[in-house]
């Protein structure tokens, strides 16, 4: 006689996970003479083949059937995605995601999840299962040997091997990650800009010499996303020039760059509009996922809250704590009772002076009048004015 205890561990064992009824419901309490099972309960079974199947209850609950094999052996498993990994819809439930088409990953059902032989995820695009088409063997695991740009075709086929110099020339002091996060990792593989072609095409409209020069550090780490994200945004707004793209940390100290300048990690690029205006060219930064700094010249354009590339920088630590962007950034909102003029100073930005947008209002909160601007000079009737430095820091007069 199954108790009901017996029947409790069937159902959390075999029903739970296959989303099927399998007759768990935990009954009376009382046994009548000759049950020995409720209709319509099921227990696992082994056909001769090893194959894993189930063994109904009779309607009269009299006994068990035997064990579903008929039909080839194709019997519960096959209906309910436990299998293989043939490609009929049947996972081996390894979860390695190795792109190699054999069902792994999670039990799949021929419906197209994973596990139905379409080697996803982990089709060996890189990241397994990212889609991003970043470089990978063939097992899902990032390439930690070269570099896969979109390239002219945008087919992710200029690659660059990626090597670990030792020792590292000086000028590589990186700073210890900004408050642990991992996107503020040092690299440990870089491009070397003198053993590969500067000229070659990363995208269709960037070449590599564009994002990295050789006298701004001849190792040099240029994030294949970042360059597929400025990309998106050449194709959305026309022609851009890059003014600045890699920095090493020496080069960055040398011209008075931020401590966590984005320019030391390769996914940050100071932008010029031909096509556009800044504001347009700011519109695309955000819209693409960037992370946009303005100044009244240029803008800055980086992909710091995307996970950096693990092929320059190792894989991460699972255990680093989260990071306030907005600390980086500084600014105090002050007034000059001799001029009568607000100004901002501000500091932490990458580079020069950022853009700052002022606003007057009267003392029922109506906006009085904006301006853009180093300083400014408020109306007579303000009750209180604010300021927006490079677009990160916001700041408000009592």
Not at 21 to 32: F, K, N, R, V
Not at 229 to 253: H, K, L, T, W
């Amino acid at each position: 006689m199954r108790t009901t205890a017996v029947r409790a561990v069937l159902c959390l064992f075999f029903a739970a996970p296959l989303g099927v009824a399998l007759g768990c419901s935990e009954g009376s309490g009382y046994e009548d003479a000759g049950i020995v099972c409720d209709p319509g309960e099921g227990r696992m079974c082994a056909c001769p083949s090893g194959q894993i199947s189930v063994s109904w209850c009779a309607l009269d609950g009299s006994e068990f059937l035997p064990c579903e094999c008929e039909g080839q052996d194709e019997g519960f498993a096959d209906e309910t995605g436990w299998g293989d990994g043939d490609g009929d819809g049947a996972g081996d439930g390894d979860g390695d995601g190795d792109g190699d088409g054999d069902g792994d990953g999670e039990p799949g059902d021929g419906d197209g999840a994973p596990g139905d032989g379409d080697g996803a995820p982990g089709d060996g695009d890189g990241a397994p299962g990212d889609g991003d088409g970043a470089p990978g063997d063939g097992d899902g695991e990032p390439n930690l040997e070269q570099a896969c740009y979109l390239g002219p075709l945008r087919d992710n086929s200029v690659c660059f091997p990626i090597v670990s110099p030792s020792p590292l020339p000086a000028g590589y002091n990186y700073p210890a990650p900004y408050q642990g996060s991992a996107n503020y990792r040092a690299p440990v593989r870089y491009l070397d800009l003198e053993a590969i072609d500067q000229s070659a095409l990363v995208a269709p409209n960037f070449t590599l010499d564009e994002l990295a020069q050789v006298w701004k550090g001849r190792y040099a780490v240029v994030q294949p996303h970042a360059v597929k994200r400025m990309q998106d945004m050449r194709d959305a707004v026309g022609a851009i020039g890059v003014n600045s793209g890699f920095r090493s940390p020496g080069y960055n100290a040398q011209i008075g760059g931020a401590m966590y300048s984005r320019h030391m990690y390769g996914d940050a690029f100071d932008l010029n509009p031909y096509e556009t205006s800044l504001a347009g060219l700011e519109n695309a930064c955000t819209q693409n996922g960037g992370f946009l700094v303005e100044y009244g010249s240029h803008v800055h354009c980086d992909w710091r809250l995307t996970s950096v590339d693990v092929g320059f920088f190792g894989y991460p630590n699972p255990f680093v704590p989260e990071f306030d962007v907005a600390s980086l950034f500084h600014a105090e909102l002050e007034h000059d009772p001799v001029s009568d003029r607000w100004i901002a100073p501000a500091a932490g930005f990458d580079e020069g002076e950022p853009m700052r947008r002022w606003s007057a209002y009267d003392a029922d909160g109506v906006l009085l009048v904006e301006a853009r601007g180093e300083s400014f000079l408020a109306p007579p009737e303000t009750a209180w004015v604010e300021v927006l430095v490079g677009n990160q820091v916001r700041l408000r007069s009592e």
